[in-house]
C-alpha cells in the first residue's frame, strides 16, 4: 500500500481522502469538522465501506456524501444534530 504524497496531511487542505474504510470510521474523522453532534447508528455502520475524496470545509455535504454512497438515511434535526441510519 502507497500513500501518493498529495494526500500526506490532506486534512490540512480541509479534505478527506479515504479508501475502503468503514462508514463508522469515516463519519468519526468528520465529526471535529461540524460544530453539533453526530448520532450514527445501524448495523450497517461497520461494515459499510467508503472510498472518495470529502470536502471537510461542508461537514453536512460530506455526511450526506457519505451516506449516499452507502444507502443510509441522513436526517439533520438542527442545526447541531444530524442522525444517519445505516438499517
Do not use: C, M
Amino acid at each position: 500500500f502507497q500513500t501518493h504524497p498529495d494526500n500526506i496531511a490532506a486534512w490540512t487542505r480541509k479534505r478527506l481522502i479515504v479508501d475502503a474504510r468503514p462508514a463508522a470510521e469515516v463519519i468519526d474523522a468528520v465529526r471535529p469538522w461540524y460544530g453539533g453532534v453526530i448520532l450514527a447508528r445501524g448495523g450497517r455502520l461497520e461494515t459499510s465501506q467508503v472510498t472518495g475524496v470529502y470536502d471537510l470545509s461542508d461537514p453536512v455535504g460530506a455526511l450526506i456524501a457519505v451516506s449516499r454512497a452507502n444507502d443510509a438515511y441522513v436526517q439533520r434535526i438542527s442545526p447541531w444534530l444530524i442522525v444517519i441510519s445505516f438499517d
